[in-house]
């Protein structure tokens, strides 16, 4: 597809099309090798290219998600003035046929430093670490309050898979879940890399805090996942988070990795309670819909 723009009272033309591996990959391959200096990202199949006057000017990858199917993920790149990113996204979208809201996510060095107006920020992700070497043991919780995932019975996992889909929908109002059935959740809130012994649960009553910890490719490494707590259960999960880490450096766990984000208030309390050390930040961008 062809089409005409007009900037700065001189007419460009630039031409968009699905990307051909066999044709763009050379030219591709050095276009973002250039933008990205931490070397190439292959594209998906559904990528689309545009040139301008037959030099490569960006290059996009699309794909969708099951569990969020409102948007349309997107991993651009542009060599062109940031006021023009948003003119070719519409481009890119009218060739691709995509009626859906775009999503982009950027490592923070790479967000654009003018937000297109059609986009808005939805949420930032801190990655951070914490060092358990010099971890100070602390005493754990009484055990009636403390349990490790393989310790609940079958109704306080029950119970414990709906708080944590519970507030991973609450997390994520701008991009919602799509609805999932019980056992998709359980397959979600059960994953393969969750470690059933180190993952624990304050129950009083019922289920009312969890922290998720996660194997790593790191024998010496966890990474701890989602975490919760019920909204009138403040400060449950200082305590629950102090035990992790205590079982963890028992055990051997020289670093904790997380990710945190900022559309859940606990992570922010718990980024500022903890003497993390943050990595990176990810900033992820949604276009409003029209």
Known sequence: MSKFVFRNGEETMLVCRRYDEKIDKKRVSSFISQINKKGHHPLSEDSYVIYEHNQLTAAVSF????????????????????ERIEQLVALIKLEANIQLPIQILFNEKEIWRHMPPSFIQIRTTYIARLSLEQWQVHSELASAEQRSLNELTKQEKRTYQKLVAKTYQEMHLANPVRTLTDNEWRELVFAEDLCMDDSLVYINGDVQGYVRCHTTEMDDEVEIGW???????????????????????????????????????VAIRVLAAFPFAIKTRLVTIQQRQP
């Not at 794909?63 to 940031?82: D, I, M, R, T």
């Not at 259960?233 to 997380?258: H, S």
């Open 63 to 82: 794909y969708q998600s099951y569990y969020h199917p409102h948007v349309v993920y997107c991993k651009p790149y542009f060599s062109l003035g940031e």
């Open 227 to 265: 975490i919760g707590e019920k909204g009138d259960c403040q400060l449950i999960i200082y305590d629950l988070l102090r035990a992790v880490f205590t079982r963890l450096r028992k055990r051997g766990i020289a670093t904790v990795e997380v990710e945190l984000d900022s559309t859940d208030p």
